[in-house]
């Protein structure tokens, strides 16, 4: 039997994602009987063993140094104070890279894996060619171009590069060039070219049966509003939150109706603010044809979100590579990009260069973008019909086919 080990970085919710995609597309392909193992911590360890409950003695709890939270993601002082110092209940960072090296390699020796897979860990490309195991690292970063940071800290950008190039194949998660929405944060050196394949974008599947439309499915039709996402880890949710709330006190934004998701399983979220300034539950608000102008869901369901990206007129997200994906390619729709990463910035400056969407750098900004693609629409229309039309989405089914390949090369 054929052994996997997936490695997920626990930082933000994407990785995640990608790796469960890939994980079911890996499981279509692959005839012969396999054995998975995952390793993560935090809210990524959790929700593992809440998607996969039969396949607990296979789901590690691997302390993978992270970031220390801040306001708005993470705080780069505490982060650096960490290094050396105990952080918000953190031990210092080089003894959590002596440790969860110690347990990674404990893992390897123990399991034999035939196939390693890692999105976002890096100590795990280095144990897999020390041990000359095939190595896939997927990515939508390599070198990225640093905007609101310092400029020292490129040296580590370049540490981390070099550990990405010891895999294998470094599997970029996104559309090959010129359609490449993650093309600022690349930067590949020449002599690591030849490992590099553009698999596209790792989307789920279109859902074929359907429900019948929810009460919020059915306020919406008929309207024009905005689609605004909070996502990420809890201090990029919150923080983005926070922004949000700023930008709904403007009187221009008095008439311009909105939907917020919240990325939170808390039903207790759902509402409608109604133009009469009262809260209702959304089954009330259908109920009563509330003349609403902004719904607050906790989590939408999958068919929902589908609906709510179909109805919307623009989106306003943070710049997360998977939620830009989602949106530009999958629906074509224009964003207004509100950046709390450096990542974010680069995604975000390369859709507004392709006339994708508009840049917001300061929360005044979104304003002024909204203005702009309302008085712009059909030519960020025509540029998104023919982004939409290059744009790769089976990142995961494509990336499961070369593992299969991989696989099939050590018989």
């Not at 220390?68 to 080089?94: E, Q, R």
């Not at 998977?322 to 859709?351: C, F, Q, R, S």
């Not at 917001?360 to 019909?385: C, H, M, P, Q, W």
Request: net charge positive.
């Amino acid at each position: 039997m054929k052994k996997i080990g997936e490695f997920i970085y626990p930082w933000g919710s994407g990785h995640y994602s990608r790796m469960t995609r890939l994980n079911e597309a890996f499981s279509e392909r692959l005839k012969e009987n396999f054995e998975t193992h995952f390793a993560s911590k935090g809210h990524v360890y959790k929700k593992l063993l809440e998607k996969y409950p039969n396949q607990k003695e296979r789901i590690h709890n691997i302390m993978m140094p992270t970031p220390i939270d801040g306001k708005f993601g993470p705080s780069l002082g505490l982060s650096m104070l960490n290094f050396l110092l105990p952080i918000k209940k953190n031990p210092p960072l080089v003894t959590q890279i002596k440790d969860y090296l110690l347990e990674e390699r404990k893992l390897y020796n123990k399991e034999k894996f035939d196939l390693v897979i890692n999105d976002g860990d890096m100590g795990s490309n280095v144990l897999a060619k020390n041990r000359n195991i095939t190595c896939f690292f997927i990515t939508n970063q390599f070198r990225p171009k640093l905007y609101n940071s310092r400029a020292y800290l490129y040296p580590s950008l370049y540490f981390i590069s070099k550990q990405i190039a010891k895999a294998t194949k470094i599997i970029v998660a996104d559309s090959p060039p010129p359609f490449t929405l993650c093309e600022f944060n690349l930067n590949f050196s020449k002599e690591i070219t030849s490992k590099v394949k553009y698999v596209g974008h790792f989307m789920n599947k279109k859902i074929i049966n359907k429900t019948p439309p929810s009460d919020l499915e059915k306020i919406i039709q008929n309207c024009e509003f905005g689609y605004w996402m909070r996502t990420g880890n809890e201090s990029t949710n919150n923080g983005t939150g926070e922004r949000f709330e700023q930008i709904f006190h403007e009187p221009e934004m008095r008439g311009e109706k909105r939907i917020i998701s919240h990325a939170k399983r808390d039903p207790s979220i759902n509402s409608v603010i109604g133009k009469d300034g009262k809260k209702y539950s959304i089954e009330d608000a259908f109920e009563k044809k509330i003349d609403w102008i902004q719904i607050d869901v906790g989590f939408l369901s999958e068919q929902e979100k589908e609906e709510v990206l179909g109805l919307s007129k623009y989106a306003v997200v943070n710049g997360s590579h998977t939620v830009m994906g989602e949106i530009l390619g999958g629906k074509a729709k224009p964003i207004i990009g509100l950046p709390i990463y450096d990542e974010h910035t680069n995604n975000i400056k390369w859709a507004e260069k392709k006339q994708l969407g508009v840049l917001a750098s300061k929360t005044k900004n979104v304003i002024d973008g909204i203005k702009r693609i309302k008085e712009n629409y059909d030519e960020f229309e025509g540029n998104l019909l023919e982004f939409s039309r290059n744009f790769i989405s089976t990142g995961a089914e494509n990336t499961a086919q070369l593992a299969v390949e991989a696989l099939e090369e050590k018989r």
